[in-house]
């Protein structure tokens, strides 16, 4: 087992409840109603990844499995302006950064389930070299397999699928070390399946695979409440942070 990797979510209190920042070899599920912040998180790890190890980063390279079509490179461009000086005085390139996010997008779960299987392919390849897969983004990981099963007698196989792709992406995480960072909605109103409006999409299934579930809400203004939910082998607790202009802030 190879040592485990954190990157930097650039907000301290957010870092400090994961005990320094997002694990490699992790699956971490930021789930909560639209617009909290899931797709925002996503877009600064796929940033901080590149960084250097001194700035919280793992010099890595991202895939992202889109399945939303919420992928912004005028997002990622917003973020790169908004980082820290370098220690060793360069200037940030948005495009040195655009050209190590790989966007794939998924336009049915067999899709996505087929995208994570090339995914490893990708990050076999690149493996060696420079830059390296640190991180694997599916957003939403549970969207197409929510819209796909519709009614009961389809819950089973829904859960079945959703299983093995979770393990497909656990598998990719331990190979590359890297972290797996995946979204889920909450059910807005309630779920046939689940009844509780509270509960993320995927049951069980998915909380048991994720390493860490960190629920997502908003605050007022640009403010954003984590919270960690059930983690092994860290306390429970909230951070605030704020979705800015420049990413994600104190
Ligand atoms: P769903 O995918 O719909 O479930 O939502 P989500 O949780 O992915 O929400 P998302 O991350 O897309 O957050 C949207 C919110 O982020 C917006 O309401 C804004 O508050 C903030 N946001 C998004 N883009 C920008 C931006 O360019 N600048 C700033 N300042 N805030 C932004
Ligand atoms: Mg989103």
Redo the contacts with the bound molecule.
């Keep these: 087992r190879k040592q485990v990797g954190k990157v930097t979510t650039s907000c301290k209190s957010f870092d400090e409840l994961l005990g320094g920042g997002m694990e490699t070899q992790a699956i971490v599920e930021l789930y909560?109603?639209?617009?909290?912040?899931?797709?925002?998180v996503a877009h600064q790890l796929a940033v901080n990844i590149q960084l250097p190890v001194e700035m919280g980063g793992l010099n890595g390279s991202v895939i992202i499995i889109d399945t939303?079509n919420?992928f912004r490179p005028e997002?990622i461009d917003?973020m790169v302006k908004g980082l820290p000086p370098a220690p060793d005085g360069r200037i940030w390139e948005t495009e040195d950064f655009l050209k190590n996010i790989n966007v794939a997008r998924a336009f049915n779960s067999n899709h996505q389930i087929l995208l994570a299987e090339s995914a490893m392919d990708l990050a076999e390849k690149v493996k060696d070299s420079e830059r390296p897969v640190r991180l694997l983004i599916v957003d939403?990981v549970t969207a197409h397999f929510r819209a796909e099963y519709v009614g009961r007698g389809t819950l089973a196989d829904r859960q079945q699928k959703l299983n093995k792709h979770l393990h497909d992406l656990m598998r990719f995480g331990d190979l590359n070390n890297a972290l797996i960072l995946v979204?889920n909605?909450v059910m807005s109103k309630p779920d046939t399946f689940f009844g509780d409006p509270t509960k993320p999409v995927g049951g069980h299934v998915l909380g048991h695979t994720s390493t860490f579930r960190l629920y997502?809400r908003k605050s007022k203004g640009?403010k954003r409440i984590a919270r960690l939910v059930d983690s092994p082998n860290l306390p429970d607790g909230e951070a605030v942070f704020s979705?800015?202009?420049d990413g994600l802030k104190d």
């Design positions: 909560g109603e639209f617009g909290c912040g899931k797709t925002q939303e919420t997002r917003q939403s979204t909605q997502l640009e979705v800015t202009t």
